[in-house]
């Protein structure tokens, strides 16, 4: 590859229901990642730009490395049928910040439906939180079913809203077959190093090969597990057999 060639940054789709953590987990994973690597974040807000005036109060990154969007209408149609406000952000971000790496596009909070649209990003993280109740993973939806990783965040709220994290874990592999999932609380920050680990496996894979290793599902994250633990969750859930 000549000098001169460019190398777009590895794009990391952020979605879920409002209130689910998707700010919060951009918000962690951003301050634990930069500046190690060179990234920016693409928020998406239907009206205002809420998300995006949030993690500049935080401090979580430098004003020119956050983008806020406007979508409009329904928050799903930015990510999905018309992503072109998104890739126009990113667009931008390329242009100002040479040699970016790594970008977190934050949907609209949505409901179960909503998917990201594969030229969008690389990889999706579809996060829910356990104060909906231990029913919403056998919901199912694309979200839950197929994206990359599935956080179920919020688990110190599990004995107070009478959900089993035990339940979520058994339809979260029903409905996920070999994709892995994990369970947070990112406000402590419990499960959030297995969720960066599982980030940078993608991240250290030369450009080429992601998609490939991506479609593979292969169990390169973390290790299978017995049910035999605590629920502290610090680890990946994948099914326990060879591939």
């Known amino acids: 590859m000549s000098d001169n060639e460019f190398v777009r940054a590895f794009r990391v789709g952020i979605a879920g229901p409002v209130g689910s953590g998707k700010t ?13 690597y060179n990234l920016a974040v693409v928020t998406n807000d239907i009206y205002t730009k809420e998300d995006a ?23 799903h149609a930015a990510i999905r ?5 998104n890739l126009e952000a990113i667009a931008d971000l390329e242009e100002s910040l040479p040699g970016l790496e790594l970008i977190f596009v934050e949907s609209g909070g949505d409901n179960l439906a909503a998917a ?18 231990d029913k ?23 004995p107070y809203v009478g959900a089993s994290l035990e339940v979520m874990e058994r339809d979260a592999r029903l409905k996920r077959g070999e994709r ?8 402590d920050e419990t499960g959030l190093n297995t969720v960066i680990n599982w980030l940078e496996q993608h ?11 991506i479609d593979a599902h292969a169990p390169y994250v973390g290790q ?13 859930h994948e099914h326990a057999h060879n591939h």
Not at 180 to 187: A, D, M, Q, Y
Not at 203 to 213: A, E, T
Request: proline share 8%.
């Open 24 to 36: 919060a987990l951009v918000d962690r994973l951003s301050k634990h990642l930069w500046p190690r």
């Open 136 to 158: 919403i993973p056998r919901k199912g939806g694309p979200g839950i079913m197929r994206s990359d990783l599935l956080i179920i965040n919020k688990i110190d709220l599990a």
């Open 81 to 85: 049928e018309d992503a072109s406000m």
């Open 203 to 213: 991240l250290n894979v030369p450009s080429q090969q992601r998609r490939s290793i």
């Open 180 to 187: 892995p999932f994990v369970f947070t609380n990112l406000k």
């Open 116 to 133: 990201f649209s594969p030229e969008l990003v690389d990889v999706a993280i579809y996060v829910i939180d356990v104060s909906g109740g």
């Open 224 to 236: 299978p597990h017995s049910h035999e633990h605590d629920h502290s969750h610090e680890h990946i």
């Open 53 to 75: 005036e949030f993690l500049l109060r935080q401090g979580t990154l430098p004003l020119e490395r956050v983008r806020g969007v406007e979508t409009g209408g329904c928050p």
